[in-house]
């Protein structure tokens, strides 16, 4: 079993910066897949990145939304991934679950994870 917990979330003026976190914790990852989803109100949850590697690659994906302004990184011994979001913009405003499985899955909006944590708001204020 596999537990995710995000951290970093809050709010932030239109144009600032965030960074989240998601610790895993239950098992150690020699492969696997790591990502971001969110969910505003009213809408559907959709892909927003991820991250999938084995012990010779890693290769990430983003959502067309967010390309060019979130990075997502992950730190091998702190089991952890990031999403670094610059840019932001009032449409960013969402509660961000981090997701993960324990194979190196195709990174990208047709990733369909087993864990999910319990998400963390986002907010931006224009």
């Known amino acids: 079993q596999v537990q995710l917990v995000e951290s970093g979330g809050g709010l932030v003026q239109a144009g600032g910066s965030l960074r989240l976190s998601c610790a895993a914790s239950g098992r150690t990852f020699r492969s696997g897949c790591m990502g971001w989803f969110r969910q505003a109100p009213g809408k559907e949850r959709e892909f927003v990145t991820a991250?999938?590697?084995?012990?010779?690659?890693?290769?990430?994906s983003y959502a067309d939304s967010v390309n060019g302004r979130f990075t997502i990184s992950r730190d091998t011994a702190k089991n952890t991934v990031y999403l670094q979001m610059n840019s932001l913009k009032p449409e960013d405003t969402a509660v961000y679950y981090c997701a993960a499985d324990t194979y190196a899955a195709v990174p990208g909006p047709k990733f369909t994870p087993s864990y999910w944590g319990q998400g963390t708001q986002v907010t931006v204020s224009s």
């Open positions: 991250i999938s590697w084995t012990a010779f690659k890693s290769d990430t």
